[in-house]
Structures are given as C-alpha cells and as structure tokens.
C-alpha cells in the first residue's frame, strides 16, 4: 500500500503553477468521442483518472498518445465490443461516456461507476433525462443496458443542479435532432470549459455557466485543439495548506471567479488574499480564527470538493467552527481520522462542528477518498512530528505531483509507492 510520509510543522512559501483540472478533463476527453477525428487537449492533467479515461478510449478503438499534460486522441473508429469493464469500475466520471457514446453509437452496456466511497451519488438523474431525450434503459445485474433509434431534442428540467447530468445532456444534445434546452443546469466552471469546448468542435450552445443551457444539435462536427482550465480545487488545496501551516504563497494562472467563495473564508479566518498581475497571493495570520456556519452548495457556492480540506485547516482555529455538508452524506469520514491527530471534531447527521485545539500530532492514518486524502496531507503538514498518510493511491487520482508541489514550496514530504500497486496503475 502506498503512503505519503510527511514531517510536519514549517510553514509553506513560495510561488507555484496549477495543472490542468481533473473536473474539467475528464467530460472533454468523453466529449472527444463525438467526433470521428482527431482531438488535442493541452493542460491536460497527469493523473490517474486520467489514465484510467485514457484506457477506456484505447480499449474502444481509439488511438490516443499522452505527452505531458498534452492528450491527442483520434476516435475515427470506436469498438464497443472490449470496452474496459476494470476501469469503469475504478472511477465514477465512466458515467460522462453515456451521453457522447450514446450520440455516437446509438447503444451502451455501462458498469456502474466505481470510484470514492463519500455518498451514493445515484445516476438516476442522468438516466431519466436520457430516457425524455428517447433512450431505453434497463438496469441488469450492476449493469446499465442503454439503447435508442436516434436522439431527439427535448426540454429537461433537472431535479438537481447536478454536473455530471448537465455535461451528460449536453454531449448527448450535440447528436441530437433538434434543440434541447436544460433547465435547473448547474453553473460550475467545468460545465463552461466542457462548453467551451464543444463550441471549438462545431457545436452551437447557448447559456453555458447559467441555470438554462441549449444545444443545437447535429452540427457538422471538426478537429479540435483546446486548453482545459486550471483546477480550482487542487489551487483551492494548496491555498488552504498554506493558511494551516502559517506560510504565504501565490499561485499562478488561477482564476479569482472560479474559488471567490473560498477565498472569502480565508479572509474571515484572518489570511490576507490579494490578487495579483499573476494570479492569487494568499499570506496567514499567526492563528486562525473559527467560523460559525459553513454550507457545501452548488457553484457558486462553497464547494463540497474543498470540505475535507477546510476542515483539517479548522482543526487548529481560535474557537468553534460549524461545516454543514449538503451534497454528499460520507464526506465526514475523514473526522475519523483527524481526531487520531488530536482534533476534536463532534458529528452528527449532516452538520460537523469542529473545536479548535492548540496543536495536531503527527500520527499514522488512511485516506478513504480523494479530498480526504489531500485534507490529511494538510493535517500533516499542521501537525508537531511525522504523519504517515496511507491509500495515496486516493489522493493520486486528482493531484498530479502533490509532493513535488508542496515540496517546492518548503514542505517536507515524500512519497512511499508500493511497486505492485505501481504496475498495476501503469498498464
């Protein structure tokens, strides 16, 4: 099993770039799919998702080659037939390959998505509005058989701003005859530069980054070369490492739009945030100060994905913080093992109130999902003495070199990988 090994108590400083966001990647590389050609995605990020995605393409048919944080894929030819069951199990965004594949082929046989264990996450909402775009559906045996004669335009008002449902619909709209208009659409970042994209292949949208998105289907489709945004969260992560461990840092090319509401909290638990010609300086005070009332929502709104991590900065602050988490029911799980570290943390249903202590203490604990895991990291670098960070293997599905990163700007940490488990990500 391989861990993160890090000896806590200095500060971080520096400066530092963001990759490419995994958020963003993972539904434009679906995305590519639609169009019998070829696709070049730069500031793609290296991580395993990604690998795991780039898998799923190679074992359809399609020719893909992956240079840094540069993907080119070729989908002139897709083969359903040997479609890699072993990785849609591993990684929950396999779903966003139902709406592209689905406008393309006309039929999918889709495992249910695997991934992090932080809430049942039902697709339900991207099935039911597959099924008013003219999809039959039936559920077999953990599996998901998908069939239609041909897409049809249709107006969806979802029950939920949900992403992954929104991003589905509009790939499976750009196949589609006629117009389909989303409503109650979420408004995340990602679901723009999704936009962004189809609108560089050919497609017509309208409304993207709003609650009412439309798509224009059947538009002649055509090579693509386009940049994916940096990744809020991961800035989001190192901005909070920061703030927990006493530093200052700026981080380049990170729009200040994208995590306002972050940046907020910071500056209410005393950090100085500026922005600079840059991207975003982040200095922080001696000691932390606590905050009452914390609610996960939808974009604009505070992420669920930066809860974790925001936590484990609380877990020193002066006085009594209060997280609410309103999206997914397991993201509390890593109060289990902050408490290991001396944190003193109480939950109960959907509400975590968290009372500050003097210090953490470094210790020996286990990631259990992927935000978990990088608000752990953040612990350890809080924390007096060593803290051994187990199940890297979470963290390194959305982090393309956290030790690197934190490393350069004064952390101590390395990472121990287990050989066997190397190989198997390798292949």
Same mark, same amino acid.
């Given at each position: 099993?391989?861990?993160?090994?890090?000896?806590?108590?200095?500060?971080?400083?520096?400066?530092?770039?963001?990759?490419?966001?995994?958020?963003?990647?993972?539904?434009?590389?679906?995305?590519?799919?639609?169009?019998?050609?070829?696709?070049?995605?730069?500031?793609?990020?290296?991580?395993?998702?990604?690998?795991?995605?780039?898998?799923?393409?190679?074992?359809?048919?399609?020719?893909?080659?992956?240079?840094?944080?540069?993907?080119?894929?070729?989908?002139?030819?897709?083969?359903?037939?040997?479609?890699?069951?072993?990785?849609?199990?591993?990684?929950?965004?396999?779903?966003?390959?139902?709406?592209?594949?689905?406008?393309?082929?006309?039929?999918? #046989?889709?495992?249910?998505?695997?991934?992090?264990?932080?809430?049942?996450?039902?697709?339900?909402?991207?099935?039911?509005?597959?099924?008013?775009?003219?999809?039959?559906?039936?559920?077999?045996?953990?599996?998901?058989?998908?069939?239609?004669?041909?897409?049809?335009?249709?107006?969806?008002?979802?029950?939920?701003?949900?992403?992954?449902?929104?991003?589905?619909?509009?790939?499976?709209?750009?196949?589609?005859?006629?117009?389909?208009?989303?409503?109650?659409?979420?408004?995340?970042?990602? #679901?723009?530069?999704?936009?962004?994209?189809?609108?560089?292949?050919?497609?017509?949208?309208?409304?993207?980054?709003?609650?009412?998105?439309?798509?224009?289907?059947?538009?002649?489709?055509?090579?693509?070369?386009?940049?994916?945004?940096?990744?809020?969260?991961?800035?989001?992560?190192?901005?909070?490492?920061?703030?927990?461990?006493?530093?200052?840092?700026?981080?380049?090319?990170?729009?200040?739009?994208?995590?306002?509401?972050?940046?907020?909290?910071?500056?209410?638990?005393?950090?100085?945030?500026?922005?600079?010609?840059?991207?975003?300086?982040?200095?922080?005070?001696?000691?932390?100060?606590?905050?009452?009332?914390?609610?996960?929502?939808?974009?604009?709104?505070?992420?669920?994905?930066?809860?974790?991590?925001?936590?484990?900065?609380?877990?020193?602050?002066?006085?009594?913080?209060?997280?609410?988490?309103?999206?997914?029911?397991?993201?509390?799980?890593?109060?289990?093992?902050?408490?290991?570290?001396?944190?003193?943390?109480?939950?109960?249903?959907?509400?975590?109130?968290?009372?500050?202590?003097?210090?953490?203490?470094?210790?020996?604990?286990?990631?259990?999902?992927?935000?978990?895991?990088?608000?752990?990291?953040?612990?350890?670098?809080?924390?007096?003495?060593?803290?051994?960070?187990?199940?890297?293997?979470? #963290?390194?599905?959305?982090?393309?070199?956290?030790?690197?990163?934190?490393?350069?700007l004064g952390a101590r940490i390395r990472h121990c990988r287990d050989t066997r488990e190397g190989e198997i990500i390798g292949k």
């Amino acid at each position: 099993m391989s861990s993160y090994l890090i000896s806590g108590g200095r500060p971080l400083s520096g400066q530092l770039h963001v990759h490419g966001s995994k958020n963003a990647a993972l539904p434009i590389i679906a995305a590519s799919l639609l169009h019998r050609g070829a696709t070049v995605i730069r500031g793609c990020p290296d991580i395993l998702d990604v690998k795991y995605m780039v898998r799923i393409l190679r074992s359809i048919g399609c020719e893909v080659i992956h240079q840094g944080d540069m993907l080119r894929i070729d989908a002139s030819e897709i083969h359903l037939e040997n479609l890699s069951r072993e990785c849609i199990g591993k990684m929950r965004s396999s779903i966003l390959l139902l709406g592209a594949v689905l406008g393309r082929c006309h039929r999918m #046989v889709l495992d249910y998505p695997g991934g992090c264990t932080i809430g049942a996450r039902p697709v339900d909402i991207h099935l039911k509005a597959l099924e008013q775009m003219g999809v039959h559906i039936e559920e077999q045996d953990a599996e998901i058989h998908c069939e239609t004669r041909g897409l049809s335009g249709a107006r969806i008002v979802l029950p939920y701003p949900s992403v992954g449902a929104t991003e589905n619909l509009m790939m499976a709209g750009a196949m589609a005859e006629g117009i389909t208009w989303i409503q109650n659409a979420a408004k995340e970042p990602e #679901v723009a530069d999704l936009a962004g994209f189809l609108e560089a292949m050919g497609v017509s949208i309208y409304g993207a980054g709003t609650d009412r998105i439309g798509i224009l289907g059947k538009c002649p489709l055509r090579d693509t070369e386009y940049t994916v945004m940096t990744d809020r969260i991961v800035a989001g992560t190192y901005l909070l490492a920061a703030a927990g461990s006493g530093g200052e840092i700026e981080l380049f090319d990170v729009a200040e739009q994208h995590i306002h509401c972050l940046l907020h909290l910071c500056e209410a638990m005393g950090c100085e945030v500026r922005m600079t010609d840059r991207g975003i300086f982040l200095k922080s005070a001696r000691r932390l100060f606590a905050i009452e009332d914390i609610h996960t929502q939808p974009f604009p709104g505070f992420p669920t994905d930066m809860q974790s991590q925001l936590m484990a900065v609380l877990t020193t602050a002066r006085g009594e913080s209060t997280i609410y988490e309103h999206i997914f029911e397991n993201r509390f799980r890593t109060a289990d093992e902050l408490r290991k570290m001396g944190a003193d943390i109480q939950i109960k249903n959907n509400r975590a109130v968290i009372c500050g202590v003097g210090k953490l203490k470094g210790c020996h604990v286990s990631a259990r999902d992927l935000r978990g895991g990088a608000a752990l990291i953040i612990a350890g670098l809080m924390a007096e003495g060593d803290t051994i960070v187990e199940n890297s293997i979470f #963290v390194e599905r959305g982090y393309q070199d956290i030790c690197k990163d934190l490393t350069q700007l004064g952390a101590r940490i390395r990472h121990c990988r287990d050989t066997r488990e190397g190989e198997i990500i390798g292949k």
